[in-house]
């Protein structure tokens, strides 16, 4: 596995100061955001260390050497709006810039995009199922036709009370993701496997690994962390932000060890990235990179434990 991290967490540095940072630090990947410029409409959206807009080949080039001089790869590009909102000129920006983005991660040789599904959070499942398909069959063929994956995270989007009841990601759970894949079978339709999202909706965060080994093309590594007596007060049905909390791995309920020998039993040995989301680490750029080093000094060792 290539340990990495998601570039949103430095939106105050250019790229040449990300990739930069990832190779003094030993990392060997760095998922870039692709997001179009312009102010964020939420926390972690926004940032852009890639302008795919009118990304000519002269541009690619100069951003393919910045990299290859850092000694580092792009794991993926990542944009994650939402493609399924109920608002037309929502769907309209989400679908056309993701398609720019696919564009992009082909002149750039990366072959990998990181985004959402979507979802209209006041709608069900199977009533947003005919909108998904048609938004999304076209959008994996659009990759499939110029070599790109599309790696879907698996975070519901659901926290605070405006994504109420039914968040702002269709693909959060196994379930969905077994429709998702019967349905659109297209093996350049995947997964970006964050194992913090299960764990606070008590979903095993190992064992679907088993069955979507194929369908994973790239992980995140965070963690989540379950306030067990405010569950209790509050319940499953409260905003989940009222009984957990994302936190730097190590300082979280998943486990770690097992969720790292799970991932190499399935054979990935794909890019993992880091991802802060700590709220303790985000007062300063220098609390967000030492975030990153706690990161990798607890992850590496158990890495070299798994390793072949």
Not at 158 to 165: H, I, K, N
Not at 219 to 241: E, M, W
Request: glycine share 6%; net charge negative.
């Amino acid at each position: 596995m290539q340990l990495g991290f998601v570039s949103a967490v430095f939106p105050d540095l250019s790229l040449q100061e990300v990739a930069h940072f990832a190779a003094f630090e030993g990392f060997s990947c760095v998922e870039l955001m692709c997001w179009p410029p312009g102010k964020a409409e939420r926390r972690y959206a926004g940032v852009t260390h890639v302008d795919v807009v009118g990304l000519d080949a002269s541009r690619a080039a100069a951003i393919q050497e910045l990299i290859a001089k850092a000694g580092i790869r792009i794991s993926s590009l990542g944009y994650y709006p939402n493609p399924l909102s109920s608002d037309p000129s929502e769907v309209d920006v989400a679908t056309r810039h993701l398609r720019r983005v696919i564009l992009a991660a082909e002149v750039l040789e990366v072959r990998t995009v990181t985004t959402f599904i979507g979802r209209d959070p006041d709608k069900s499942i199977d009533a947003e199922w005919p909108r998904f398909l048609e938004v999304w069959r076209p959008l994996v063929q659009f990759a499939e036709d110029h070599g790109v994956r599309i790696g879907i995270e698996n975070c519901p989007m659901l926290y605070t009370a405006d994504e109420w009841p039914g968040g702002k990601n269709l693909a959060y759970c196994p379930a969905v993701w077994r429709r998702m894949f019967d349905d659109i079978p297209n093996p350049n339709f995947g997964l970006n496997y964050d194992p913090s999202h299960l764990v606070w909706q008590q979903i095993d965060h190992i064992e679907p690994l088993n069955e979507f080994a194929d369908r994973i093309v790239h992980v995140h590594f965070k963690d989540a962390q379950v306030d067990r007596s405010r569950l209790n007060d509050v319940g499953i049905l409260a905003t989940p932000l009222e009984y957990h909390r994302p936190v730097l791995p190590g300082r979280g309920d998943v486990d770690w060890r097992r969720f790292l020998a799970a991932l190499r039993k399935i054979g990935y040995q794909g890019p993992a990235c880091i991802e802060v989301e700590d709220r303790e680490f985000e007062g300063s750029l220098a609390a967000r990179q030492d975030a990153l080093r706690r990161s990798a000094a607890f992850l590496r060792p158990l890495l070299e434990e798994v390793s072949p």
